[in-house]
């Protein structure tokens, strides 16, 4: 079975469905807290996992030391040899880097000949303005005051008020927003290097589901089966150009 089932991070429930081989070797670039890549042993044989909070890595390797985990700026110079991967996931981290070109010419260098990229990201669909993520830019007051509440003081100020990190919360520090992207933006950066295979957009109502979400979890500390069920309807939904996310199975060429 799929851990990930009625996971709000559909893009996991994705990729899951997707892996082939068990035998093969990946990499989770910006796996963060590690909850993707920490069931894959199930499926892989050899997980990799590569982000830019040093802290965070190393908590996560304590607890899973199968794992082979490395840190560092993401959208430098990745620490791997060529053609090591067999499959390397970028799962919403392609909007949080400064040059999004560097990232993906580093990891067609480090996948191996028809290996496969899992690209996920959020989709300049209809309801692309709602992002919560966004409120910082928008409405920055009252996101500093809701912010401390759901985060915690001192997991808001690492998120958004720290100078050492290369990521600015949900986005780059060269960016002024949570970027969504177009289809022909995303054609456009794997041109020459991959060859899309699929391209799936879905969700639409995902920021004001998400927000009941949020809010009810900070208010009771979980969130009802009936919400989780319809978040995960909305994430099945095939919305084309009204989408909030997509998610793309490329190939190296």
């Known amino acids: ?29 910006g796996f963060g807290d590690g909850e ?16 830019v909070n040093k802290k965070s890595a190393l908590e996560f390797q304590k607890k899973n030391p199968s794992v082979n985990i490395k840190f560092g700026k993401v959208g430098s110079k990745l620490p791997y040899k060529d053609a090591f991967f067999d499959a390397v996931f970028l799962l919403h981290v392609l909007e949080h880097v400064d040059d999004e070109d560097v990232i993906t010419q580093e990891i067609y260098r480090v996948i191996k000949n028809k290996g496969a990229l899992y690209l996920a990201s959020p989709y300049k669909g209809l309801f692309a303005w709602a992002d919560m993520a966004n409120l910082r830019y ?20 690492e998120l958004f008020e720290g100078q ?30 991959f060859k ?19 809010i009810l979890f900070l208010l009771f500390g979980k969130v009802p089966y009936l919400l ?14 009204l989408a909030y996310n997509f998610f793309v199975v490329a190939k190296k060429i």
């Open 36 to 51: 993707f890549i920490q069931h894959l042993d199930k499926k892989i044989k050899s997980v990799y996992g590569y982000d």
């Open 138 to 157: 928008n409405f920055p007051l009252i996101h500093k005051l809701f912010g401390k509440i759901f985060y915690g003081k001192e997991k808001f100020a």
């Open 164 to 193: 050492k990190r290369s990521l600015f919360g949900d986005s780059s520090r060269q960016r002024n927003s949570h970027y969504h992207y177009k289809e022909e933006e995303i054609k456009k950066l794997l041109d020459g290097r």
């Open 1 to 29: 079975m799929n851990p990930f089932y009625l996971n709000p991070k559909h893009h996991f429930y994705l990729v899951y469905e997707s892996l082939g081989a068990k035998n093969a070797k990946v990499l989770d670039i």
């Open 228 to 241: 989780k069920k319809i978040v995960w309807w909305d994430n099945k939904l095939k919305m084309g150009e």
């Open 196 to 214: 899309i295979e699929k391209f799936y957009k879905y969700s639409l109502l995902q920021p004001f589901l998400f927000s009941i979400w949020n």
